[in-house]
């Protein structure tokens, strides 16, 4: 039976050996990502200069933690690399992120990315995205017109709940979590959701990530 943390750990490991003094490093969210960020402040401790761009208010409380000196995104042109996990990929690279929640700043930061670097344990690899549902953050305001919306492109979709309530975001946004089946052309899917009005960003990750670190047994392999 695979041991998919220790998966984790060993992307996370390899990841961060790329980066070096003086670079801009996009800290990601979730698991895998806080492997990585954990590496990043063994390093800072060992005298690594950097500065990093959180992606959640957790990823930002973590690196603090760790001493990792941090730069606010309005004050940056551009970020050299990021480190960030996802809920699945493909061989060519494209992804499904947003099942932490954070997907609308994970999104901003790989667009800013000069080398976004996913690390994933080997259950995240897939053939064709949509075994895991496509989280689409919309306002409130809008949900229930998202919803029916999202019918119409063949996706059944549910807002996202914790305990009786919605999901609120970081940015105060709901969730709909939208089972569009495998899906075979993510980037003509990632255009007609970024076309419908109240959508505010969705987790198809298209063309933004440079390479995969995927733990694999006691080693990793790269895709890119």
Known sequence: MRDFVNEKKLAAKEAVKLLSDNQIVGLGSGSSATFAIMEIGERVKNGLKIQGVPTSDKSKELAISLNIPLIDISDVDSIDITIDG??????????????????????????????????????????????????????????????????????????????DKPLITEEGNYIIDTDFGLIADPATLSDKLHAITGVVEHGLFINLASVVIMGNGDSTVTFS
């Open 86 to 163: 996802a809920d699945e990929f493909t061989a060519d690279l494209n992804l499904i992120k947003g099942g932490g929640s954070f997907l609308l700043k994970e999104k901003v930061v790989a667009s800013l990315t000069k080398q976004e670097i996913i690390i994933a344990d080997s259950s995240k690899k897939v053939e064709l995205l949509g075994k895991f549902t496509v989280p689409v953050e919309v306002i409130p305001y809008a949900s229930g017109y998202v919803t029916k919306q999202l019918e119409l492109l063949n996706g059944i979709g549910k807002i996202r709940m914790t305990g």
